[in-house]
């Protein structure tokens, strides 16, 4: 036996224990039992992406249904997945992040499968902008559509002011937009819950950890990840009002993608005053200048990112927030969904969860071994056992 495949199976085994340690310790602990084994199950399946899952176990197999669902302009293509147990406990209006498979993620799908498996009704439209590595003002209204309809869907479950069981769940950049819609007059008494992952509250101040690798709490010890602020300026390049910007900022950050050190600076000279604007944001090292050089961008770009930070709008929000984070995440950093948290308007309807599982929003483990799994594997199973518990009792 090769030492991999003897470290897989001894990986096997730990996970294999960890999944009846969950099980066993949510039928003893939490008083609905069977929810309290769907958490679990729902927790074990997310960190074990591509192994088989346990939900599929425990519950009929869900529904998938191809649909339609309005955004602003147009319809937007969407899945519905149906609980296989028939009526839905719980409906759920999911947004994917920042990433080119929009609705058709491989981890997305498979997580939309779960949710089903657990009773809810899960809707996920594809977002366009997302899907390019953007994110502007009219997801919200994307969003806030896209929640009507799923409201519409499933009336007597979404009626205004008695919600509690339909909702959104969001992700990453995702999270703006739909904190955003939730605060909408047009659905917020429709909607009991917003659930995030690696949201944040103020753009400038993630711009700042971007660009500059310093956040504005010096709590935060994670790296940003070096190619993010030029992938971001390359599919971002048309926020510039000259044309000829646009083709030189989206030409840098191509270079740069492939070569951290590319030499651009032939190029950066001939950038125009607002193309200069942008490119000097991005290339700031100084985490004091990052205001200074926000108020040298265009208008419309400044304004585009005051509109997309949800905190001035928390306190429109009337639904219960459940908010979960990684401490190490290297795109958002983890005190975002703490400022979310402290600017919510009733403190007994948030529930904050800092974990060292995740990194943004896929699983970071270390090593499995004893000490591991009584310093990290056990108190961290509990939080998130706790966080998965709590999603699932919404309405219920």
Same mark, same amino acid.
């Given at each position: ?134 994110? *502007? ?15 519409? *869907? ?53 711009? *700042? ?102 905190l001035p709008h928390l306190a429109q929000i009337r639904a219960r927030l459940l908010l979960l984070h990684g401490r190490a995440d290297r795109s958002i950093p983890f005190t975002e969904s703490e400022r979310l948290a402290r600017a919510a308007p009733d403190p007994t309807r948030v529930d904050l969860t800092l974990t060292r599982v995740f990194g943004h929003v896929d699983p970071d483990l270390p090593p499995l071994h004893t000490l591991a799994a009584l310093r990290f594997y056990i108190p961290e199973a509990w939080r998130i056992l706790r966080f998965a518990n709590a999603i699932l009792s919404q309405g219920c």
């Open positions: 036996m090769t030492r991999a495949h003897g470290s897989g199976r001894l990986r096997g085994r730990w996970l294999g224990l960890g999944s009846a340690v969950a099980l066993l310790t949510a039928a003893l602990l939490f008083p609905h039992l069977w929810r309290g084994a769907l958490a679990a199950a729902l927790l074990v399946d997310s960190v074990r992406h591509g192994h088989p899952g346990i939900l599929a176990k425990l519950s009929p197999t869900p529904v998938r249904i191809g649909t339609h669902v309005p955004r602003p302009g147009g319809i937007s293509a969407a899945d519905l997945y149906l609980p296989g147990s028939g009526h839905p406990r719980q409906v759920i209006l999911l947004i994917h992040g920042v990433n080119e498979t929009g609705k058709d993620d491989e981890r997305l799908v498979a997580f939309a499968f779960d949710l089903a498996r657990t009773g809810a009704a899960v809707l996920v439209p594809d977002f366009p902008n997302l899907r390019h590595t953007r994110v *502007r003002p009219s997801d919200a209204d994307a969003v806030a559509l896209a929640y009507e309809d799923l409201a519409d *869907r499933f009336r007597e479950k979404c009626r205004a002011g008695r919600a509690g069981a339909c909702g959104l769940m969001a992700f990453s950049y995702g999270v703006g937009p739909a904190l955003l819609a939730a605060a909408k007059p047009s659905v917020r008494d429709r909607m009991g819950f917003v659930i995030t992952f690696g949201g944040y509250a103020d753009l400038e101040d993630v711009i *700042r950890f971007v660009t500059t690798g310093s956040a504005s709490d010096p709590r935060v010890r994670a790296v940003p990840y070096r190619w993010a602020k030029w992938a971001f300026l390359a599919a971002n390049a048309d926020l510039a009002v000259d044309p000829g910007d646009r083709v030189r900022l989206r030409e840098m950050a191509e270079a740069r993608l492939d070569n951290d050190h590319a030499d651009v600076r032939a190029v950066a000279a001939a950038l125009g005053p607002d193309g200069r604007a942008i490119w000097d944001l991005i290339t700031n090292t100084d985490p004091a200048r990052v205001h200074e050089l926000l108020e040298h961008l265009n208008p419309a770009l400044r304004e585009t990112v005051s509109e997309l930070s949800p």
